[in-house]
């Protein structure tokens, strides 16, 4: 599943849609084909895993789901779950969730819970975790009411850099170590951007899809945990298990 900064990269790429009219619109998604064509892209945004292309009065949302991909001016040998064309240009989605949201952005969204937005609040990301102390970590960041765009790579990833185990429940952890979870999530997230854009991403894991500890040396746990039962990898090692008393 594509997470946040790769979303970010998406909407990087197809950002010069944004101010020409879609001339055609098609697809095996179930919305109103006949309500896009026509319309005038106002803005092309990207909220957490979610992409959205701002018509008049109403959105397409795009969300890749696990194995969804998208080409920019080509196809591939599927049929698309949206096509959209352009006087120069066309933009095909697959294997996505596909829906229009009346209203606008500004109204349905609260950019300060999106990891990658300017907007972005710790602040109100910690008053949210707080209210939930008894939630794992694990799951705590894969929420995107509280990390939007935050993914299991990212997870993994900030868990073993701020050395706090997926099992440790966010009540038990200490104001300071809370702290450098929401900071930690923020400064991945861009990092992984930044490594992304140039293609060197994997080279970066410490332990997402590793078998062993960079810094032990010792073969890395690896379990599906927590309610939303996604891959972990962990060293028992370096990684405190912070349990309520």
């Known amino acids: 599943m ?28 179930k919305i109103d084909m006949q309500r896009v064509a026509g319309k005038r892209v ?10 959205l ?26 049929a698309p779950r949206l096509s959209l064309g352009f006087h120069n240009g066309e933009l095909n989605f697959y294997s996505c969730s596909v829906r229009l949201i009346d209203g606008e952005l500004d109204d349905l969204y609260d950019w300060r819970a999106d990891i990658m ?57 200490p104001p300071r170590k809370l702290g450098e979870l929401i900071k930690e ?16 991403l994997r080279k970066h894991w410490l332990v997402h899809n590793r078998s062993r500890c960079p810094i032990h040396d010792i073969p890395l746990e690896r379990a599906h945990l927590g309610k939303t039962n996604r891959r972990t990898f962990w060293c028992d090692l370096c990684q405190k298990l912070y349990e309520a008393d």
């Not at 890749?64 to 591939?76: I, N, P």
């Not at 300017?118 to 705590?140: E, G, I, Q």
């Not at 850099?161 to 966010?170: C, D, G, N, Q």
């Not at 923020?186 to 293609?199: D, H, I, M, N, V």
């Open 117 to 173: 937005s300017d907007s972005w609040d710790p602040k109100l990301a910690r008053k949210k975790l707080m209210v939930m102390p008894d939630m794992l970590v694990c799951d705590a960041l894969l929420d995107q009411n509280v990390f939007a765009g935050v993914g299991n790579i990212i997870k993994n990833e900030v868990l073993y850099r701020i050395k706090v185990h997926p099992l440790s429940t966010i009540g038990a952890l």
């Open 2 to 29: 594509p997470e946040g900064p790769s979303i970010v990269l998406l909407r990087e790429e197809i950002a010069h849609f944004s101010g020409k009219i879609i001339r055609r619109a098609e697809g095996n998604a």
């Open 185 to 200: 999530a923020r400064e991945y997230s861009f990092q992984f951007l930044e490594w992304k854009r140039a293609f060197v």
């Open 53 to 78: 292309i701002a018509l008049p009065g109403f959105a397409i949302r795009i969300h890749l789901l696990m194995f969804g991909s998208y080409r920019v001016d080509e196809r591939k040998d599927a």
């Open 42 to 51: 106002k803005s092309i945004r990207s909220f957490g895993k979610q992409t």
